[in-house]
């Protein structure tokens, strides 16, 4: 009762973005509770929801927040209230749905502009405690490489069996393509710092050979 007489006179720190990590979920709903009892008791229930929700952002909290909002949209969600919400949020990022997050991420993540190494380690990271493993972690891996390469192991000869082996080649095949781009722009280069006029010494010049005025010598 004291917060709400007090209202907006009171300094009350607002919540840390949240970003689905389990430990920060109590800090992050009571930050945010607190927030609303001092601030904002007058404001309709939507537009608490809607506040709270501003606060979910980046990687699974972000696809999270956007199915809750298509449900909300699309008036499939009970979560009319922001206690509602703040219940949801302890259930859905609990340890028990940490394996469904992992599984989430790893059926989105693509390598875009990055390189295979840096893809082979991410997925790594997301694939431990996935619960994934042999052939569909392997499928999985493959579904997010970038075209090229991708198209490179599917013409390759030999036969790769362990997720190790796949990510191993990709990022050999990575490195060696990316040198070889290398090695033909440093060749494009010199060839037009030269102005493709290099000739060889003694040659033939302006209808002479060696010589002036274009005499044999």
């Known amino acids: 009762m004291l917060l709400h007489q007090q209202g907006s006179r009171v300094e009350v720190a607002k919540p840390q973005v949240f970003r689905e990590k389990i430990e920060e ?6 930050v945010a509770h607190l927030y609303l009892r001092t601030k904002m008791t007058d404001e309709a229930a939507t537009t608490q929801v809607a506040w709270v929700l501003s606060y979910v952002q980046g990687g699974v909290a972000e696809a999270w927040k956007d199915n809750l909002l298509d449900e909300l949209a699309k008036e499939e969600s009970e979560v009319d209230m922001v206690e509602k ?3 949801k949020i302890r259930n859905d990022f609990d340890e028990t749905s940490k394996e469904k997050r992992k599984i989430e991420q790893l059926r989105t993540m693509e390598q875009k502009g990055r390189t295979c190494n840096e893809y082979v380690q991410e ?21 997010g490489l970038n075209r090229g390469i991708r198209r490179k192991l599917v013409e390759a000869e030999e036969l790769l069996t362990t997720i190790g082996e ?9 490195r060696n393509q990316r040198q070889s781009k290398a090695e033909e722009k440093m060749l494009k280069r010199n060839v037009a710092y030269s ?12 209808g002479s050979y060696g010589g002036r005025g274009g005499q044999i010598t």
Not at 25 to 30: K, T
Not at 123 to 143: C, H, Q, T
Not at 166 to 174: E, S
């Open 25 to 30: 979920v109590s800090v992050f709903i009571n």
């Open 166 to 174: 796949w990510q191993k080649r990709v990022v050999r095949l990575d």
């Open 123 to 143: 997925f790594k990271k997301v694939a431990r405690g996935s619960d994934y493993e042999r052939r569909p972690l392997i499928e999985e891996f493959k579904r």
């Open 195 to 206: 102005g493709g006029n290099a000739q060889p010494r003694g040659g033939y010049s302006g």
């Open 85 to 87: 919400l703040f219940t």
